[in-house]
């Protein structure tokens, strides 16, 4: 299949996973373009797609400017970790945050924002498998580094974002998310990826970040 057929291939089970959820709220359909080259992006981008997502921040730098310049209504999402030291690349490149997951972050990022006078909406990573190594604000933390960003930081938090632990059910913690945004009254749910996007849906996913399903598989 091409880029453009799998495209619309997951552009149409999205809305068949809609059709099964009463809520039927818009999902964007991020393509995650990690470790792909701009060539690759380039297919994607003339079949019409725009809404693309990164890991990091170096590789984005790397790929999209020239691709913006070409394309100017895409929109690039970054999903990864990222460092206090890359916050102002972040700031100039990114549309959308992600992975919001610390006071420190969210202090420089709401720095960043004045001054280079973008503000960029953000979504609060959290950690909902409580995995020690895995990036993420704990469940029990996540009040406080909300009211942070609300009071001190101040950054538009719009929603939250998840990254499952790998081979376990990922539905628990989809569930347990959008509790979590409904109980702090976050619209927006960044969550599932190629092989478990439907389920994210059914959960009330708004944005899906898709990568090996559209690109095939990484190298
Ligand atoms: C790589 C990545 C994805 C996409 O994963 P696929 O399984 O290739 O769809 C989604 N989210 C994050 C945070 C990623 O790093």
Do not use: W
């Not at 299949?1 to 999902?27: G, N, S, W």
């Not at 960029?120 to 909300?146: H, M, R, S, Y």
């Amino acid at each position: 299949m091409t880029i453009q057929e799998r495209l619309t291939d997951i552009q149409k089970r999205i809305t068949i996973a809609l059709h099964a959820f009463e809520e039927r709220q818009p999902v964007t359909l991020l393509a995650v373009s990690k470790t792909y080259g701009a060539e690759v992006v380039r297919q994607a981008l003339s079949a019409g797609h725009r809404n693309f997502a990164e890991n990091r921040v170096q590789e984005a730098a790397e790929k999209f400017p020239a691709l913006r310049a070409e394309y100017p209504d895409m929109q690039l999402h970054l999903i990864g970790m990222l460092q206090t030291n890359k916050v102002r690349d972040a700031v100039a490149l990114f549309d959308v945050i992600h992975t919001v997951d610390r006071t420190a972050v969210a202090a420089k990022l709401a720095n960043e924002m004045v001054k280079q006078n973008r503000h960029l909406p953000c979504f609060v990573q959290v950690n909902t498998g409580a995995e020690p190594q895995k990036a993420g604000v704990q469940p029990d933390e996540l009040a406080a580094l909300l009211e942070f960003c609300r009071a001190e930081a101040p950054l538009d938090i719009r929603g939250l974002m998840c990254i499952p632990p790998v081979h376990t059910d990922p539905a628990p913690h989809f569930k347990q998310l959008a509790e979590l945004a409904a109980a702090h009254q976050l619209p927006l749910l960044s969550m599932g990826m190629s092989g478990d996007f439907e389920t994210a849906i059914q959960h009330g996913a708004t944005h899906v970040r898709v990568g090996s399903a559209i690109f095939g598989e990484r190298g």
